[in-house]
């Protein structure tokens, strides 16, 4: 049964994500000889899901029992008459695949996705550095990843630092790399030399996203070089916004770079296809969702060369250090002084046919065979005996 997040694109690259692999689940359910189950966590639209599981709503005060409670009887009791666990059972599931959705202990194995583990690599962005935050997601990745049947990361980066965070063992971590959506997967030939548009940035107003440097050089390539580049920012605000906006008006740059928001799906292609090319400088990944985007509109991307940024993309980018404008710049005036015409494209085709639905589905589905004798070991439809 695959549990997933039905809530909207303004949560960012993850939405992307999940919306692929269901897609991928949807297309491939039908080739193995396993049953898979779409199930929405809460209510989902267009009938996209098999069924809809809706959250129970407990009072306060049972939260607070239930958090602090060291009772083992109260929580085998709830792992195994807590609403998703009848849930799970009336439907005879045999493993639950969290995507997107806080886990919980149920009698039923589970696997799970670790698509960063950002308060541990950089805790101190503010974003992560409140307090009740760093220790929920410590506490949650503490306690399900060792307890996850199988956990799956799209890097061998990510992988590395599960181990070496929490312990997990490496024949329990699966390397299943990001995919994404974009109906334009075949590639056209597109002359870049002389295009006027503005480079593009898309990425939530998070502090980590790292929006300054951007700034910063375009100020740079205008006092030092003469050279008048333009820059597009989409996506919501995450409280960090007002900071980049004022940082723009003193320095005189309102002309230059425009903040748009959060676009509808419509407007960011538009977007990609009149853009000069990619800009992507947040401090971290190990994976992220634009740079295929950009790679499926054959733009030039310039990236951040944070850890596992050559691992997801290879030498497609042009890299920079993100802790360094003067980096930034020189990527800059690499497209800036230079004929840039759409060249490897066999290689980027290759690249994004690895990137498909189905493909994503085919290495579940590989996982899941790997670990299928374990789960055939004993009665998953009554737990009492145990």
């Given at each position: 049964m695959i549990l997933f997040d039905p809530h909207g694109p303004i949560n960012g690259g993850g939405y992307y994500l999940i919306r692929s692999v269901i897609d991928g689940f949807k297309l491939g359910r039908t080739r193995g000889k396993h049953e898979?189950?779409?199930?929405?966590?809460g209510k989902a639209k267009n009938n996209?899901?098999?069924?809809?599981?809706?959250?129970?709503?407990?009072p306060?005060?049972?939260?607070?029992?239930?958090?602090?409670?060291?009772?083992?009887?109260?929580?085998?009791?709830?792992?195994?008459?807590?609403?998703?666990?009848r849930f799970l059972n009336r439907h005879?599931?045999?493993?639950?695949?969290?995507?997107?959705?806080?886990?919980?202990?149920?009698?039923?194995p589970f696997v799970l996705t670790v698509w960063d583990l950002q308060h541990?690599?950089?805790?101190?962005?503010?974003?992560?550095?409140?307090?009740?935050?760093?220790?929920?997601?410590?506490?949650?990745?503490?306690?399900?990843?060792?307890r996850a049947i199988c956990v799956i990361t799209g890097t061998r980066r990510g992988k590395q630092e599960i181990k070496d965070f929490y312990g997990v063992n490496d024949s329990n971590i699966f390397i299943i790399p990001h995919i994404f959506e974009y109906k334009q997967k075949n590639i056209k030939p597109k002359n870049l030399v002389n295009r006027i548009g503005p480079y593009l940035y898309p990425a939530q107003f998070?502090?980590?996203k790292n929006h300054y440097i951007i700034v910063q050089s375009v100020k740079i390539l205008r006092d030092r070089y003469k050279i008048y580049i333009n820059v597009n920012f989409i996506g919501s605000d995450k409280g960090n916004q007002n900071y980049i906006e004022d940082l723009v008006r003193t320095l005189g740059l309102s002309n230059q770079i425009k903040f748009l928001g959060f676009v509808s799906d419509k407007e960011k292609e538009k977007l990609y296809k009149s853009s000069k090319g990619l800009i992507y400088s947040s401090f971290s990944g190990p994976e992220n969702i634009p740079p295929l985007e950009a790679i499926a509109f054959n733009l030039p991307i310039i990236y951040a060369d944070f850890p596992g940024a050559r691992e997801?993309?290879?030498?497609?980018?042009?890299?920079?250090?993100?802790?360094?404008?003067?980096?930034?710049?020189?990527?800059?005036?690499?497209?800036?002084?230079?004929?840039?015409?759409?060249?490897?494209?066999?290689?980027?085709?290759?690249?994004?046919?690895?990137?498909?639905?189905?493909?994503?589905?085919?290495?579940f589905n590989n996982m899941i065979e790997k670990v299928e004798l374990m789960l055939s070991a004993w009665d998953r439809k009554d737990h009492s005996k145990f």
């Open positions: 898979y189950i779409i199930v929405s966590y996209e899901a098999d069924f809809n599981f809706i959250p129970e709503k407990l306060i005060r049972v939260i607070k029992k239930l958090i602090v409670s060291k009772s083992v009887k109260l929580q085998s009791f709830m792992q195994n008459h807590s609403k998703l666990a005879n599931t045999d493993l639950v695949f969290f995507l997107g959705v806080p886990a919980q202990i149920t009698n039923i541990r690599t950089h805790p101190w962005f503010p974003e992560l550095s409140r307090e009740w935050v760093w220790q929920s997601r410590e506490s949650y990745f503490r306690k399900f990843l060792p998070w502090a980590h997801q993309l290879g030498n497609i980018p042009i890299y920079f250090d993100p802790l360094n404008v003067d980096s930034l710049v020189r990527a800059l005036l690499k497209l800036e002084r230079k004929s840039i015409n759409s060249r490897n494209l066999t290689s980027k085709q290759e690249f994004l046919n690895k990137k498909t639905e189905l493909e994503y589905f085919s290495k």
